[in-house]
């Protein structure tokens, strides 16, 4: 890679508690629907290319609390909504936040109260603050709701660390003392086809 891209991510420090902070807040937040477009996208990607720059561990912190601020948002609408009953979600229907066929696929799912129709209903597009809020008005037990937020967190986080990684080695793997661009663009080009092609799959499940 050249010295100034280097530089560059380098002086990136995905440990810094600010960001660490700001980080857990956005994936608090993102998990009430407030949407943050690309950002949790690129600071995992980000964090599995630098899991090929160094110490992979130094890069657990920012894992770490990316789950658990999405863990913290979700139980908050859980609980709001496990209080409020089926109100909430009826209410946030009627008013437009939630388009009413998201709403009722949410409640479908929710009924089924099973751990794993709700970690793959959290991976649909829309589906994610609906379900949360139908788990906790149909009152999923807590136990199977927080496990299926934590497997879906990790079905989320893991391939997009994982296009990092590619990433980084092929950035490692390039030749970048000569025609530097074409092969800018290209990696550029394989991180996104990449990510597309993981919310293809996902949009399909």
Same mark, same amino acid.
């Given at each position: 890679?050249?010295?100034?891209?280097?530089?560059?991510?380098?002086?990136?420090? &995905?440990?810094?508690?600010?960001?660490?902070?700001?980080?857990?807040?956005?994936?608090?937040? *993102?998990?009430?629907?407030?949407?943050?477009?690309?950002?949790?996208?690129?600071?995992?990607?980000?964090?599995?290319?630098?899991?090929?720059? &160094?110490?992979?561990?130094?890069?657990?912190?920012?894992?770490?609390?990316?789950?658990?601020?999405?863990?913290?948002?979700?139980n908050a609408i859980y609980w709001m909504s496990r209080y409020a009953g089926g109100r909430l979600?009826a209410g946030l229907s009627h008013w437009g936040i939630f388009k009413h066929r998201w709403a009722?696929?949410?409640?479908?799912?929710?009924?089924?109260? *099973?751990?794993?129709?709700?970690?793959?209903?959290?991976?649909?597009? *829309?589906?994610?603050?609906?379900?949360?809020?139908?788990? &906790?008005?149909?009152?999923?037990?807590?136990?199977?709701?927080?496990?299926?937020?934590?497997?879906?967190?990790?079905?989320?986080?893991?391939?997009?660390?994982?296009? *990092?990684?590619?990433?980084?080695?092929?950035?490692?793997?390039?030749?970048?003392?000569?025609?530097?661009?074409?092969?800018?663009?290209?990696?550029?080009?394989?991180?996104?086809?990449?990510?597309?092609?993981?919310?293809?799959?996902?949009?399909?499940?």
């Open positions: 890679m050249p010295s100034f891209a280097s530089e560059f991510v380098n002086n990136l420090n &995905g440990s810094h508690p600010a960001f660490l902070l700001l980080l857990f807040a956005v994936n608090a937040v *993102g998990e009430a629907g407030v949407p943050f477009p690309l950002v949790m996208q690129a600071v995992l990607i980000f964090a599995g290319y630098r899991m090929t720059q &160094g110490n992979p561990l130094l890069v657990v912190p920012l894992l770490c609390l990316a789950v658990l601020g999405s863990l913290s948002g979700a979600l009722q696929r949410a409640e479908a799912i929710a009924e089924k109260q *099973g751990v794993m129709a709700i970690t793959m209903a959290r991976l649909i597009p *829309g589906l994610l603050t609906p379900v949360s809020v139908a788990s &906790g008005g149909l009152k999923v037990p807590w136990a199977r709701f927080a496990a299926a937020v934590f497997l879906s967190e990790i079905v989320w986080v893991a391939p997009l660390v994982g296009i *990092g990684v590619i990433a980084g080695h092929t950035a490692h793997s390039l030749d970048w003392t000569t025609n530097i661009y074409p092969k800018a663009i290209a990696l550029i080009a394989v991180v996104i086809a990449l990510y597309f092609a993981v919310r293809f799959f996902w949009s399909r499940i």
